[in-house]
């Protein structure tokens, strides 16, 4: 379901989803009733032991898994899985240097932080020096200025979404692949947001000829219940044996069936397909109504995740558009109101996004 209310009864259309969540809905029955029913079996007999459900959810991601990837680790949560990434990139190479981008967002436990842009996290903590930031979307010849024979993992999102919903170009992708080759860094593609289908493709760096070496999900995979993934090859995993890494919660029953029912939908009600034609209606129709506003820079994204760049700060435009027209939507970067709705968003919900964004921004900023 794409809809909440409040204690008032109010209806709202969520194009929030708790930054990126309930991709596949809001209490999706099929998760729900998959969940409910391993709590009633077994919720965590530990890492010790394996399951049955371990061999199942297994194959189910075998469907949907990065190509080049024989491995799945399990975690709970995103910066989790970003500490665990870095972590296989240090024991695997054995160097240091991670390189990151202008803009990114990786999370804010430690290592995640130290990968992530923004200044005014990382303010009072003592964040990994042996990080370096270069610009999103850089041409070769910068990206060989901070990738090189040092250099142990370059980790990048496909589509910047925190900091602006900015699409990386296939070629920048496939640039910075040739790279960490050259190398011998990892690349490790963070897809924690822009995975699962969102983008209208399964994993949005497949618009590249790019092949990660680690590959992360999260948020939507789990449909709502919290889970992370890493996706690699065993050679690396098993860098981080005997007890270099562990969690007590990672791999949890109810967080298995959760993925499993999670892969199962996607598969069954063609997830991608409908995320790419519906948002592409959306950005359409975005364009359309505010193509030539002269207070919005730009309207970009992919599939169903967009932002719309404005030239002031979107506080008031998010505000208008919970209170006037019913949509929650939620600030990346500075001035960009970021939509993330569910799959199964209909015609009348895009023209309700839509609209409440003309409105909003044609009443806000003519005051």
């Given at each position: 379901m794409q809809y909440l209310w409040d204690v008032n009864g109010r209806k709202y259309l969520d194009a929030n989803t708790g930054h990126g969540v309930a991709f596949l809905?809001?209490?999706?029955?099929?998760?729900?009733?998959a969940v409910s029913r391993q709590f009633?079996?077994?919720?965590?007999?530990g890492l010790s032991f394996n399951s049955i459900l371990e061999e199942s959810v297994l194959d189910a991601l075998s469907k949907i898994a990065p190509g080049?990837?024989?491995?799945?680790?399990?975690?709970?949560?995103?910066?989790?899985?970003?500490?665990?990434a870095l972590k296989l990139a240090w024991a695997y190479t054995d160097k240091r240097r991670i390189v990151a981008f202008r803009n990114s967002f990786h999370g804010r436990t430690l290592g995640a932080l130290?990968?992530?842009w923004n200044p005014r996290y990382r303010k009072g903590f003592p964040v990994l020096e042996d990080a370096a930031f270069a610009p999103y979307n850089s041409s070769a010849e910068t990206i060989w200025e901070y990738v090189d024979s040092e250099t142990a993992a370059v980790i990048v999102e496909p589509v910047q979404g925190?900091?602006?919903?900015?699409?990386?170009?296939?070629e920048f992708l496939d640039k910075l692949y040739k790279a960490t080759r050259e190398t011998g860094a990892m690349l490790i593609v963070d897809e924690i947001q822009s995975g699962f289908g969102r983008t209208g493709r399964v994993w949005s760096y497949m618009k590249s000829r790019a092949k990660p070496d680690i590959l992360l999900a999260g948020k939507s995979v789990g449909g709502g219940?919290?889970?992370s993934l890493i996706f690699t090859r065993e050679e690396i995993a098993s860098?981080?044996?005997?007890?270099?890494?562990?969690?007590?919660f990672a791999g949890n029953l109810p967080a298995m069936a959760a993925v499993?029912?999670?892969v199962n939908v996607f598969l069954e009600d063609n997830v991608p397909g409908k995320a790419l034609r519906s948002g592409e209606e959306l950005l359409g129709q975005l364009e359309r109504r505010l193509g030539n506003s002269r207070v919005v820079r730009s309207i970009r994204g992919e599939g169903l995740m967009i932002g719309v760049e404005l030239r002031y700060r979107p506080e008031p435009v998010l505000r208008c558009l919970q209170e006037e027209a019913g949509v929650l939507a939620l600030k990346a970067g500075v001035t960009v109101v970021r939509f993330l709705p569910p799959y199964m968003i209909t015609g009348e919900d895009i023209e309700r996004i839509a609209g409440g964004v003309e409105s909003c921004v044609s009443r806000e900023y003519s005051k």
């Open positions: 809905g809001h209490s999706n029955p099929k998760i729900v009733d009633k079996r077994l919720a965590n007999p080049g990837t024989d491995t799945v680790l399990f975690l709970n949560t995103g910066a989790e899985a970003v500490e665990a130290s990968v992530t925190e900091g602006g919903v900015i699409p990386g170009a296939p219940y919290p889970v860098s981080l044996s005997g007890g270099r890494h562990g969690s007590t499993e029912a999670s």
